[in-house]
């Protein structure tokens, strides 16, 4: 299975879960989390499980962080 770095998925659940300021929305699956994966925000093990389920749905953009590893 892909994987998403747990500090990338960690911090975009952060990010979900205070729901706050702009610089929390430039994360590349935040729009995509919200959309297939509210319902599990803010367990980042969730998140990014869903994530992974929906992968061919997300944007290029966050199908991209399932690429990197850190």
Known sequence: MMQISLKRALAATVFLALGTGVAFARH????DAEKFCSRVIPDHKLVQHCLEKNLYHLKPACQAEFGKRG
Do not use: E, R, T, V
């Open 28 to 31: 590349p699956c935040h729009d």
